[in-house]
């Protein structure tokens, strides 16, 4: 599967990681450890950068991991946007 962009309500655990997403009316159950790193956010698509100084400014959270939902595990991709606390689902693999 390709690109998804959608936004998802998502369960985190106490260091932030998540835990259970709702996607298209199914919760997942996150089944591996999730992994987190920093990549540069996408500049040139949608909202422009906003002015400042800081590695906020032009990167995003993001987030790997294994869920389950109906018996069906797969791997999924999420960025998280810690200005709006919206969690957006990128990639299912």
Same mark, same amino acid.
């Given at each position: 599967m390709g690109r998804i962009d959608e936004v998802v309500a998502v369960l985190v655990d106490q260091e932030g990681a998540p835990t259970l997403f709702r996607w298209r009316e199914?919760?997942?159950? =996150?089944?591996? +450890?999730? =992994? +987190?790193?920093?990549? +540069?956010?996408?500049?040139? =698509?949608?909202?422009?950068?906003h002015r400042g100084i800081g590695s906020g400014v032009l990167e995003v959270e993001m987030w790997r991991f294994l869920a389950a939902a109906d018996g069906v595990v797969n791997s999924y991709e999420m960025i998280r946007n810690s200005r709006t606390r919206i969690w957006i689902l990128t990639r299912k693999f």
């Open positions: 199914k919760d997942y159950q =996150v089944s591996s +450890r999730p =992994v +987190r790193w920093f990549a +540069r956010a996408e500049w040139w =698509v949608g909202e422009r950068a």
